[in-house]
């Protein structure tokens, strides 16, 4: 389903904040705004400025439909992916979902005595 | 709060009566907050006992924030949201509408608040890890940081990833542990996806919130939150057994 996405670049907030640009910033720098999370799916803008001009601005969106829209697509940020497996780290403490009192004591002196703490 | 709540501080000659406050502050948190206690005020809220306006100021702040986070989150952190289940899960069909359950914001803003007591008093070198929620400042004996793991979903009392923090607040939301307790606020389900979801950052209240978050948000919307989040790393166990984190983990990780 199409949506037409109202977006005010003013209302954004950019991950760079505010920045003067000296002058001889000719390079072309971009500046990624929040994924905005709605219910209909989400928003990401993200502009590029050379000196003090806004070069061009892209837009993510995307919906909760099985198709997704981009209207211009950008890297979403980079989350470093791998496998599940356990670590042997020596570690002073732990930190897990909330588990009942007994089950969460019995965690940590399990892991700390696999760390030979 | 029932849950257990372990206090590890390293610096010498650290008063008990200091880290009697700290301890009496939790007791009043979970006095006035537990759902599990009929006569906490948000109990008697919740029976309708107690209008809003006649709630506790400090109650109501908290109530207040969680509303500002429920706006900052896109309505993914909300309070009222285990009471909208429609299913046969353990919240379905408890209290009245209009129902809340703040334990989301007030378990690490708990937490939080007894380590800010421990520095009132002195303390430079303290982890504070209530169940699975930390909070740590300086550094333990011989150590330049302090030393988290972050349990592996599948294999309680093994580590998944590691992490060395100083002045830092680790929080992980999951399901594995109570079943499934967090329920996403737009379709009254569990969400989809994630085992757990661990957030470090500078505030436990926030990571702790935000673990909520992105757990109720599910592994893809979740994975693109916290992608755009200032000043909080994440860390996501996926049903599938991979692991995703944000940048900034590299850097912490042993």
């Known amino acids: ?117 | 709060m029932g849950l257990p709540v372990i206090f590890d501080i390293c610096d010498e000659g650290f008063p008990d009566a200091a880290l009697q406050v700290s301890i009496d502050w939790l007791h009043w948190v979970d006095r006035h907050f537990s759902t599990y206690r009929p006569d906490s005020q948000i109990s008697r809220l919740n029976r309708g006992d107690l209008a809003p306006d006649q709630l506790h100021p400090q109650v109501k702040a908290v109530l207040g924030r969680c509303e500002a986070f429920r706006v900052h989150t896109g309505g993914w952190f909300d309070i009222r949201a285990p009471y909208m289940a429609q299913g046969k899960g353990p919240e379905a069909g408890r209290g009245r509408p209009g129902s809340v359950d703040p334990s989301g914001y007030v378990k690490g803003w708990a937490v939080s608040g007894a380590m800010r007591r421990l520095n009132v008093a002195g303390a430079k070198n303290a982890c504070v890890n209530a169940g699975g929620d930390v909070v740590v400042c300086g550094h333990p004996d011989g150590d330049s940081a302090w030393r988290i793991g972050i349990q592996n979903p599948r294999s309680p009392g093994e580590i998944a990833v590691a992490l060395a923090v100083t002045d830092a607040a680790v929080a992980t939301s999951g399901a594995y542990a109570r079943g499934q307790h967090i329920i996403d606020p737009f379709n009254q389900r569990p969400p989809e996806g994630l085992l757990s979801v661990t957030i470090v950052g500078p505030d436990l209240t926030a990571a702790d919130v935000y673990a909520t978050t992105v757990f109720a948000m599910g592994a893809q919307r979740g994975a693109q939150w916290v992608a755009g989040l200032d000043d909080y790393e994440a860390i996501l166990i996926r049903a599938d057994d991979t692991v995703l984190t944000t940048p900034g983990i590299a850097a912490l990780r042993i």
């Open chain 1, 1 to 117: 389903m199409r949506r037409s996405i109202p977006l005010a670049l003013g209302a954004l907030s950019l991950s760079a904040s505010t920045v003067a640009l000296p002058a001889e910033a000719l390079a072309a720098t971009t500046y990624k705004g929040a994924f905005y999370s709605e219910r209909w799916g989400g928003a990401q803008v993200s502009i590029k400025v050379k000196g003090k001009k806004i070069t061009s601005i892209s837009v993510y969106v995307q919906q909760d439909t099985p198709r997704s829209i981009q209207l211009d697509s950008v890297a979403i940020p980079y989350l470093k992916q791998e496998a599940l497996k356990s670590s042997s780290a020596n570690i002073h403490t732990y930190s897990g979902a909330t588990t009942t009192s007994e089950a969460f004591i019995d965690s940590l002196k399990s892991a700390l005595n696999k760390a030979h703490i």
